[in-house]
């Protein structure tokens, strides 16, 4: 499992918030060491598993920090 590259064509936008990307559903692929907009559990490049949330988070509390985030 290696990066091909094709991970750039998901890369993610840039966000000042580390965790703030977790919360706008981008998943970090730590092969390819980039963050993606992908829906599936495996990276679409190097088929490596994705990190998602780095903890449980319920909707309400997802939906408050894009509240935050769109504020700043
Ligand atoms: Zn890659
Ligand atoms: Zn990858």
Not at 22 to 35: A, H, V, W
């Amino acid at each position: 499992m290696a990066c091909k590259g094709v991970c750039t064509k998901y890369k993610a936008k840039k966000s000042s918030y580390v965790t703030g990307r977790y919360m706008l559903g981008q998943k970090r692929c730590s092969t390819c060491e980039i963050f993606v907009n992908w829906d599936g559990k495996y990276c679409p490049c190097c088929n490596s598993p994705l990190r998602t949330k780095p903890k449980g988070t319920r909707t309400r509390e997802k939906l408050r920090m894009i509240q935050q985030i769109k504020r700043i």
